[in-house]
Structures are given as structure tokens and as C-alpha cells.
């Protein structure tokens, strides 16, 4: 079967696992996930979330179709002199999503992958941004399955070009990650996109609404933090990321902004939580903080793309890391 989407790759890949049933009952993200066949979702204008995609929607509002699509890279990894195989992510995650019981109350697809190949991480996100676009513009959510954090670039090519940024919707990116990725570099890696997103939004003549929860100050030399400071970034450090300030931080962030794209760097967890990553946390944010922020952008009305990144399953223990960015997808479309 060829990929119904000219940019993606490969085309989708049977889903397996357990069968207690064929009913609504019993169903399983295996047996509820269809490979993407094209089509608008009908009734969102402009690829918009929600009905007005404002937060007083909670959520509820929301019925649009979901659909993942796969980012194999890791060419951004090794450029930032990590430790490669987070191609492999998207294979991962879907094996044991899989398996995961279904109670989601909207159509879930599966449109493939792109694969960086070659060393051309840069051919490659744009294939990946024009996929996410065509998805959002036809009244998707998307749901990108990474890759090493260079997946973001990627996204955010996807979300820049969509409709609904187009037609002058206020874009916020929240990052969960305890990194801020801003780094100068001569080529594009796992740790420049925002900085490049930054430069992209401002040839635009847009603002650059960027926010990160969990940042490590250990992992972050003085000069990131400068260029954070200069670009109004707002961050929440690891050791601050209390629940109820973690919320109030997110809120505030959400009533800036419109639309918004989040994206997870799974090295945001303990080691001990998400041991299959590139950059393994010392000390992280507690999963259950994780999953609040989750439900919490969920509910607002507002999100537009999501993505998830950082999964090595080459480090992985019993598919540790794996399970918990299947629970976060889980949480955040349901």
C-alpha cells in the first residue's frame, strides 16, 4: 500500500494486539486505529480546535479526528553528539499503544511515517511540516511520533503553514522538556529548533510565545538562558515544578495565546521513569505533574498539534519510556 500522503514515507503498518472482542466494549487502540484515507473533518474552520478553540470550550467541544504520524529520525541526535535510536521511536510507541484499552470519543488514523534517511534531517522536516499541514488543514488533530527533538522543527513547519495560523491566530509552543533547545549551532540539531523556530516567527512578524516546564539548570549553560532571557522565553526550572504552580504557569501561558503546539521531550522525566532517552534526567518532573499538564491543555480548547520525542527504545527498560509516552498520548486525545 502506497502512503496516501506524497510526503510521508512509509505507508501505514498493521497495529497488533490482544482480542477480547470485536464490540465497542472491548475495542483496543489496535482495533480502533484506520490508516488515514484523506478528507476534511467537516465541521472546524480552518483547522481550528474546538468550536472557537478558547479554553471555555473545556474540552468537551472537541470531537475532531486524530492522526498520528511518525517521525523515524535520529540525524538531529547525532549531530548534537547524543546517543542514537530514536528512529526506531515511532515503531515503539505504537507497539504498545496498541495493546491499551480504547475509551476515546473520536476517530483515531495512522498516515505513516517519515524517515530521515542519508543524513538529510533538513529534507526531511520539511517533508514532515508539509505532511502536518495537509492534516490540519483538512481538520485534524495531529499527533507527531518522534524522533529526537529535531521532531519539533518539523512540527512546527506543519503548524506555521496551517490555516489557522495563517489566518493570524495567536501560536503559543509549550515545551515540557529540561531543555531549552536554543542552542547556535552552524546545522540544524536536536537542540536548535526553538531557536530556529524563534528566527522563523520573527521573519514572519510574528511574536515568539515560547514556554518550557522543567528546565535543568545543570543541563543549560549561562549562555542558553541568555538567549532565553532575550527571547522572552518563559520556563519553570525542574525544582520549582510544584502542581499547583506547574498549573497556574500553564494557565497563564494558555491565556496568551490562541492555538497551541505542545511538545514533549521525554528526558523531562526521572531517569528512573523514562530511562530510554538520549539524555537521561537526574532529577525531572514527576510523571503525575506531567499528566496534569496534559489533561490541563487537553481541556482547554486550544490545542492544534502535539508531539512526542526523545524515545530511544535501543535504552529503554521493558519498554519503560514507551509505555509512558503511550499513556500521555492516551491522556492527551482522550
Given at each position: ?61 472537541d470531537a475532531r479526528p486524530a492522526t ?128 530556529q523556530m524563534a528566527r522563523e516567527e ?133
Amino acid at each position: 500500500m502506497a502512503p496516501l500522503i506524497p510526503d510521508v514515507d512509509l505507508p501505514p503498518q498493521p497495529w497488533e494486539g490482544r482480542l477480547d472482542g470485536d464490540d465497542a466494549a472491548h475495542r483496543r487502540w489496535w482495533q480502533a486505529v484506520t490508516a488515514y484515507e484523506g478528507g476534511t473533518a467537516g465541521t472546524r474552520a480552518e483547522g481550528t480546535p474546538g468550536a472557537q478553540g478558547t479554553a471555555g470550550n473545556a474540552g468537551g467541544d472537541d470531537a475532531r479526528p486524530a492522526t498520528l504520524l511518525g517521525f523515524a529520525s535520529d540525524e538531529g541526535v547525532r549531530r548534537n553528539k547524543g546517543r542514537t535510536g530514536a528512529a526506531a521511536a515511532p515503531a515503539a510507541i505504537r507497539k504498545v499503544l496498541g495493546p491499551l484499552a480504547f475509551h476515546l470519543d473520536r476517530t483515531v488514523y495512522d498516515a505513516g511515517d517519515v524517515v530521515v534517511s542519508g543524513g538529510d534531517l533538513e529534507a526531511g522536516q520539511e517533508r514532515a511540516g508539509r505532511a502536518v499541514k495537509e492534516l490540519l488543514d483538512a481538520g485534524q488533530v495531529t499527533a507527531v511520533l518522534g524522533g529526537g527533538h529535531e521532531t519539533a522543527f518539523a512540527s512546527y513547519l506543519g503548524v506555521a503553514a496551517s490555516a489557522a495560523v495563517r489566518s493570524g491566530k495567536r501560536l503559543g509552543v509549550l515545551n515540557l522538556d529540561a531543555h531549552f533547545d536554543l542552542r547556535d549551532e552552524p546545522l540544524a540539531t536536536s537542540g536548535t529548533p526553538f531557536l530556529q523556530m524563534a528566527r522563523e516567527e520573527a521573519a514572519a512578524g510574528r511574536d515568539f510565545r515560547y514556554a518550557v516546564v522543567g528546565i535543568s539548570e545543570p543541563n543549560n549553560t549561562r549562555a542558553l538562558f541568555d538567549t532565553a532571557r532575550t527571547l522572552g522565553v518563559h520556563y519553570l526550572l525542574d525544582e520549582d515544578c510544584e502542581a499547583e504552580r506547574v498549573r497556574t504557569f500553564v494557565a497563564e501561558f494558555l491565556d496568551g495565546i490562541d492555538v497551541l503546539y505542545l511538545t514533549i521531550d521525554l528526558d523531562v522525566l526521572p531517569a528512573a521513569v523514562a530511562p530510554g532517552v538520549s539524555a537521561p534526567a537526574a532529577y525531572g518532573v514527576p510523571l503525575p505533574v506531567i499528566a496534569a499538564v496534559c489533561r490541563q491543555v487537553a481541556w482547554s480548547g486550544k490545542l492544534l498539534h502535539l508531539d512526542i520525542a526523545e524515545l530511544n527504545p535501543a535504552l529503554d527498560v521493558d519498554s519503560r519510556t514507551a509505555r509512558v509516552a503511550a499513556r500521555l498520548l492516551d491522556t492527551l486525545l482522550r
